[in-house]
């Protein structure tokens, strides 16, 4: 079974900048497994952020921005403002599957 | 405004089914993969399934824990998804989140599935 590995946790200072990483157990992530980050604060409900690698929705703010890394996928935060404090799930496609990370926790602090 | 809203959950005893809607709406339903995404307390995400658009095939594709238990449905003319649990389990507890495809990138509110005695 396919596993999605995540940072379980990251600190990170107020207009600081944070890199979340996402690898799968398959080897190295690329373009071909769609990376998805989505973003969960505390008590609310998922909301996406970028999809297929690179792509944002509308409602996706411009410091957010994804990238493959080091046969990883990553999620950018240039210039961390305190509302980013959340939980972040990548999701990789594997075939016909759908796989979410375990999380990172991002304590903006 | 682009409105998922999920129904159908509740309390069901070990061995027992549930099915779940949710009624999409401000997107065109019929053009979206759709999926049912989980989330047991304190945890983290898990996908459940998906079923692809009927033109496409409506191809259905399920986690390994949930295969042979839950069927995903869609109703293009309802705009409506569904979800149908059977010989539900204890670790199936969760809210369970209605959401469109990576590209749309739509998620419900979600409905609370408890699964106690």
């Known amino acids: 079974q396919t596993v999605v590995t995540q940072e379980p946790s990251l600190t990170v200072s107020p207009g600081g900048p944070v890199t979340l990483t996402c690898a799968s157990s398959?080897?190295?992530?690329?373009?071909?497994?769609?990376p998805n980050w989505i973003q969960q604060k505390p008590g609310q409900v998922p909301r996406a952020l970028i999809y297929s690698t690179n792509k944002k929705h509308l409602w996706t703010p411009a410091r957010f921005s994804g990238s493959l890394l080091g046969g990883k996928a990553a999620l950018t935060v240039s210039g961390v403002q305190p509302e980013d404090e959340a939980t972040y799930y990548c999701?990789?496609?594997?075939?016909?599957?759908?796989?979410f990370g375990g999380g990172t926790k991002l304590t903006v602090l | 405004e682009v409105q998922l809203v999920e129904s159908g959950g509740g309390l069901v005893k070990p061995g027992g089914s549930l099915r779940l809607s949710c009624a999409a709406s401000?997107?065109?339903?019929?053009?979206?993969?759709m999926n049912w995404v989980r989330q047991a307390p304190g945890k983290g995400l898990e996908w459940v399934g998906r079923?692809?658009?009927?033109?496409?095939?409506?191809?259905?594709d399920y986690a390994a824990p949930v295969k042979g238990r839950f069927t995903i449905s869609r109703d293009d003319s309802k705009s409506t998804l569904y979800l149908q649990m059977n010989s539900l389990q204890t670790e199936d507890t969760a809210v369970y989140y209605c959401?469109?495809?990576?590209?749309?990138?739509?998620w419900g509110q979600g409905t609370p599935v408890t699964v106690s005695s």
């Open positions: 398959t080897g190295a992530v690329t373009s071909d497994y769609f």
């Open positions: 079923i692809k658009t009927v033109s496409q095939g409506g191809t259905e």
């Open positions: 401000g997107f065109t339903f019929s053009d979206a993969w």
């Open positions: 959401t469109s495809g990576s590209v749309e990138g739509y």
């Open positions: 999701m990789l496609y594997h075939g016909a599957d759908q796989v």
